[in-house]
């Protein structure tokens, strides 16, 4: 019923930028907070950046200062502007949305993720 569906990963030399994107399609009658999670290679997945309908935000201590989440609601989408990156940086970025759909109930989504490769 809903499709999370991430662009913009790659690869970027240490110090460089890229931009995140998400996008929410299907039955949607409303989203809440949605945010940024990322899993390096043998680690659990964690909290990148968090999002309210609001536009409040959230970061992880180590990405405060150096990553930016935005979000446009009348396009369902969800952005993440990485500066500064660093190689620890470098893990598969998953898309999450807390979205409730039409006729139902709400529930978290997530996308199936966008690799980041960040080279010294």
């Known amino acids: 019923q809903v499709q999370l569906v991430e662009s913009g990963g790659g690869l970027v030399q240490a110090g460089g930028s890229l931009r995140l994107s998400c996008s929410a399609s299907g039955r949607i009658f409303s989203i809440n907070a949605m945010g940024w999670y990322r899993q390096a290679r043998g680690k659990q997945r964690e909290l990148v950046a968090v999002i309210t309908s609001s536009s409040s935000a959230n970061y992880a201590d180590n990405v405060k200062g150096r990553f930016t989440v935005s979000r446009d609601n009348s396009k369902n989408t969800v952005y993440l502007q990485m500066n500064s990156l660093k190689p620890e940086d470098t893990a598969v970025y998953y898309c999450?949305?807390?979205?409730?759909?039409?006729?139902?109930?709400?529930?978290?989504?997530w996308g199936k993720g966008t690799l980041v490769t960040v080279s010294s």
């Open positions: 999450n949305a807390e979205i409730e759909v039409l006729g139902g109930y709400g529930m978290d989504y």
